[in-house]
Each structure stands twice: as C-alpha cells, then as structure tokens.
C-alpha cells in the first residue's frame, strides 16, 4: 500500500511553460484534494473532487485546472506558469465527502516542489 | 488575514519543558484537526475533535477544542527531540466544504 503518491518531487519551470503534477492512491477514497504551502500560510485549498467525476474550486483556485482522471488519480494543470506559484504542491484524499466533515482521515502525498524562475 | 491563526509561530525548547500551541478564529468550526508535518513529508493527521470542550490526549500530547468552538490548543508534557516539526490546525466551518488551514507552529526542541 503506496497510500498517496505524487510525481514529479521536484521541478524548475521558467515563466510562461506550462505544466502537470500527478497524484494517485491506492486506498479506494472518494475525495481528492490539491493543497499549496507557502511559508507562513499553511496548506491552501486548490481544487477538489468529492468523488470520481466532479471537481470543484478551493481557496486559490486561479491559473489552475485539475483532471479527475478516474477514481485513483486527481492531476493539476499548470497552463502558463508564473513565479507566484512557486510553492510545494500537496495532495491529498480521505474516504469520506467534504461535507461528512472531518471525521475521516486525510492522507497527504510527499509533496512536489515547484519553482518558477 | 488568516482565518485560522496559530501562535507562537516559532518555538524552541529544551528536551524536558512543557509547552502549548494555540489556534484561535473568529469562525465556529464544526470540527477541527491537528497535524504534524516533517521536513520533506505531507503532513500526518494526528487527531480530530468535533465537541465544543472536548479533550483528547495522545500520549505525551493534550488537544482541548474550546467551548465555542473557535479555538483549540495543543499542550505537549515533557517534550523531546522526535516531537520537532510544525504543527498546523486545520478546521471546517459548518456551511462550507473545505478544510481551512492555519499558519503552523514550528517547534524545534533540542536534546
């Protein structure tokens, strides 16, 4: 059990390049989520998907766009990439829907660091 | 302005002393996580509360979830070196569905 995977670790982008974190899991949840963690901020909420099929904004959702490709994998899109989302890029899933409330666990991934020059 | 604010943003101990971190807001939250993250990692869930006054205790570690339910504080009894990293508070507002996070303690704890 892999629990949550995410690729790639680490990534250079100059401004303007465009690109897509990955992340899988194999523990069968419905809910998957994208987090970014900047210094000082905490985990901000990107994008989640409640389940297989739907996807919906989070707190910081702009110069993103995310795939739930099937039930395993949840990917972030990068289109043009700027020097503001340099961070480390989280992602998460849990058993339950978001509106179950926090009753069920979050497991996050090791995290891909990004930096935009 | 963050809707989760957590104090003291930095701190270092000795191994041995006692210490509490703090997550306070202006929100009720229907219920609220502590999590622990080392360098290098995603964060781990360490417990969850949903009762206005609840206290859970983990060890070593002690969470309160405040009467109103907009606070919560983590006390830590005799700490050691294996309990550094940050610890961040995490909370969901009754209406909404997503988890909202706080800034995180950095502890550090020396031997």
């Known amino acids: 059990n892999a629990g949550v995977t995410q690729t790639p670790k680490f990534q250079v982008l100059k401004t303007g390049q465009s690109m897509t974190l990955q992340c899988a899991q194999d523990?069968?949840?419905?809910?998957m989520y994208w987090y970014r963690q900047d210094p000082g901020m905490g985990l901000r909420l990107i994008y989640y998907s409640a389940s297989e099929g739907t996807t919906d904004k989070g707190e910081v959702p702009n110069g993103y766009n995310v795939s739930r490709l099937n039930k395993r994998e949840f990917s972030l899109r990068l289109e043009s990439a700027a020097p503001s989302q340099t961070s480390v890029y989280f992602c998460?899933?849990?058993?339950?829907?978001?509106?179950?409330?926090?009753?069920?666990?979050?497991?996050f991934g090791p995290g891909t660091r990004l930096l935009v020059l | 302005t963050q809707l989760l604010e957590q104090s003291p943003q930095f701190l270092s101990i000795q191994e041995g002393e006692n210490l509490t971190v703090y997550c306070n807001s202006s929100?009720?939250?229907?219920?609220l996580q502590w999590y622990r993250q080392e360098p290098g990692e995603g964060p781990v869930l360490l417990v969850t509360v949903v009762t206005g006054g609840e206290v859970k205790k983990l060890k070593r570690l002690t969470f309160q979830f405040g009467d109103a339910r907009k606070d919560s504080s983590l006390h830590i009894t005799a700490a050691q070196p294996g309990d550094t990293g940050l610890y961040l508070c995490?909370?969901?507002?009754?209406?909404?569905?997503?988890?909202?996070f706080g800034g995180g303690t950095r502890l550090m704890v020396k031997p």
């Open positions: 929100s009720v939250f229907s219920s």
């Open positions: 998460a899933s849990t058993e339950a829907v978001p509106w179950e409330g926090l009753r069920r666990t979050q497991y």
């Open positions: 523990m069968n949840h419905n809910s």
């Open positions: 995490a909370g969901k507002i009754n209406a909404g569905n997503m988890l909202t």
